[in-house]
């Protein structure tokens, strides 16, 4: 005690002021760590979720709340309750059994008036009619008729085309019947094989390595090198024709949707493992008499590809929150760009799943998944409205639920950091795009079109793990296009690809791509069902024909031999 006494006050001071900050310091390190405890834990738990849990975000509860902005004050409310009538006489039976759905008839005619019947007749002789009746001691009854699938597996053939080849007596003239183009000079692939090339790899994402087996299966010996000098050709030399048309289509869409994914590319002149990606464009899918989807190959993933495929664009476009189309936004005064309430819910689900589940309903991002899930559920009612009444209901009924959940939004302190703050952060940063939907009956309220149409491509990929040029990458993206329009317009993939390389070969020599515009997928042109496919020209000669008659109808003229792939179906027609 007296040695403290003698020291100098200033001294002690100073050593207390030291010793203070040092604890400063610590519990900035040490509430640092926590925070990046937090993190690591929270990326554990999203891990695991996203590895062992379910991929659904499909809310379990049932209640339907949500709030609404009075006064400037926030009212939460159930919505059951609101529109319930208290003055209503009480049910004699609290608990009604569910109502059971009953059977719908015709449903099994209905699934099998689409198909080729081929009858099959079991009769008893007069000799067993007469050992069971005794003579003339019978009459017929109406036969019992039993139906069953009968699956019949894909045949090849060779088409061989015998070209009349006519000579003058008096002089050299000569002349040919006509005949189809060669589809490839000096191929056998006719444009039935290539179709069923370009199904099996890009619709159906089969490896061409598992097609060239499955071809020897048949007795057919392609390679799978010769199968993909096929698609890169094809794609090049016709599809990329009418890929060119479906994109000077697209820009008469006042709304449009976009996103991308990653893609590797072997050979494209950079580091193994570079990444590229695989942009892609379509119609809005509010829009219901023709859709169109445009895929597109680039190395990078840089404003430079999005401003030059939407150069001279005037509309609206649907994206992420990716900050290269609001940059875009900037630059183009015709272009606006609407957000994807389905980034925004995602997060504040990868919020919710961190939140233990006894506490999970009295969180935050709870209530605001409500909030979401309330506007969803109302802009569901909408979709069979026109643009106009949609536009009006939206006024109406969904923008009191967005103003009060962006009013919510701003009363609540979070931290940064973590995946509740990065959610509430990414909506207010977002609130602009994220009411363009409001402004237009045609604009959806989410991407989700965009994600279903880039997911063949993603599920391919994952078969075929990266693409090997440059050249393959162009190609793709020119076949993705083709066979996703056709899906997106209900028509068979197969069909269409068919069609096109039937039709596209006869123009080559055409000064104008008047053609094309009959080529275009549309209710008008195609139907889907029942293995047939209308051509517009039979429409207009009002002749109904079956795909094998039409094939025979083609046969009949004289040309070359080819490969084909026809189902034995249609040989017995």
Known sequence: EEQLNSVDKSFLIHLLLQQQEQ????TKELHASNEKMQLLMEQVILGKQ??????SEKMEDTNQICFLEVDGTIVFFNEAEAVCDLSAAEPEDLEPKSPKQPKRKGKKEADLSGLPVRRIDHYLSEAELEA??????????????SRKYHFVPAKVEVEEHHIGVYASKTDEHMVKADHPNVLLHGSLVSPSLAAAVINGKYVNAVPLYRLEQEFQRYGLQITRQNMANWCIRLAEEYLSILYDYLHKELY???VIQADETPVLVNHDGRKAGSKSWMWVYRSGHLYQKRQIVLYEYQQTRNASHPREFLKGYDGICVTDGYQVY?????????????GCWVHCRRRFDEALKLVPKSCQKESNAFLLMKQIQAIYREEGKLKDLSSDERLKQRQAVIKPLVDAFFAYLKTINVSKKDKFGDAVGYALNQEKYLRVFLTDGDVPIDNNASERAIRGFCIGKKNWQMIDTIHGAKSSAIIYSIVETAKANNLKPFDY????LEEIPKHMNDKDCSFLEDLLPGQENFRQGSAKLKYRWLQSSRLKMSRYSLFCVYLSTVGIMRLSIIPKTYRKL
């Open 252 to 254: 008469f869409y006042h």
């Open 326 to 338: 609001h940059t875009l936004e900037k630059e183009l005064e015709e272009l606006t760009i609407a």
């Open 23 to 26: 604890l400063e310091v610590l």
């Open 132 to 145: 069971e009746f005794d003579k003339k001691g019978w009459k017929q009854l109406p036969d019992a008729i």
């Open 497 to 500: 690809v068919q069609h096109l």
């Open 50 to 55: 996203n590895r062992f849990g379910r991929s």
